[in-house]
């Protein structure tokens, strides 16, 4: 598949053979012109099999609305925004490496899993914790996250501490804030008492963002700006500050509770500040409760999550079929 960059329109779907579309920007359509994503491809091989054409269109604006008018089309969205059409999926990489959403009304912060009722006793207990031991021995024991971290292991960061992890500064497009990166900082160290908060600059930050994180250096009053690798930051601290960041995902593998400060899709094993001015009592609060970490991540990632691997097609396959798709009926029963 080539990326096309001229715009979709209602006219030009009306005149199209049944087509699986995938919408996406500049990375993720690279990654599906040379079939990096093994889930993503295997999709694409299945619907050439079965007599569909394939069309890799840049995103545009308002192509949601354009690709619903349409239904005998298939549209695969390789972005955030959440849109519901009876034709529509949405697939982005999840927060974990290996691990992808394939949702029908949102990626990451707007996916299905927001609206979903968590039950840690209703979880295989000794199932999660093999999948966590496994996940989180991988993960840990390579230094692994979504973005290159330092090299683990070189100290410097107290047990006991919290730490603050910053993203961009800017209101999501695509979810809620309830409070600034600024605002978020300052009240952690306002409620931080004798802890140490160490503060973590996201490697895309802006240099002016990097600016004001760095004036909030004050080594003499327990505050640090570093470089660390995240997981030396997760091993040592009590609590992990986040406003929406991946990391307050990551912490799970590490056991650590969790305060948000914005929407999310795994808000169900994390305390979220709506009030900076509540800060120590949601420190308090998250410190206080024995979180099932192990049948969490099980829930998440075994029951929402694809794994990026062809195994996994028949999942996708199903969902389609589910729509009302034979291109999903793959075993041809003409029910579910």
Known sequence: MQLQTQALSETELASLSPTLFFHARAQL?????????????????????????????????GAQEIAASAPQHLHIFMEDRGFYGPNIFHAT???????????????RNNSKQRLAHFSAPAVPKRKAEAFFHSLSSEVIGQNRSKFKQPEAGQGGIEPGSLAFFAQDFGAPKYHRHFMTVPAMIEAAIAAKGARRLYIKPHPN?????????????????????VVA?????????????TLTSAVGFEAFLHRKPVILGGETDF???AVTL??????????????????PFEAFLYWYLQDYCMRDRAEDLPRVLAAIHRRGYRLGDHLGQGFF
């Open 29 to 61: 359509a690279l990654g599906m012109e040379q079939r990096r994503f093994k889930l993503l491809t295997a999709l694409a091989d299945h619907a050439l099999a079965q007599g569909w054409r394939l069309r890799l269109q840049r995103i545009q604006a």
């Open 229 to 241: 690798s995240i997981h030396d930051l997760l091993r040592a601290c009590d609590v992990v500050l």
């Open 205 to 225: 930050q802006s240099l002016s963002e990097l600016e004001t994180l760095a004036g909030y250096d004050d080594p003499q009053n327990g505050v640090h700006v």
């Open 267 to 269: 808000w169900q094993n």
């Open 93 to 107: 990489p999840g927060y974990l490496r290996g691990f992808w959403f394939f949702d029908e009304i949102g990626n």
């Open 274 to 291: 709506t009030n900076p001015e509540r800060m120590a009592a949601a420190i308090e609060t998250a410190l206080a409760q024995d979180w």
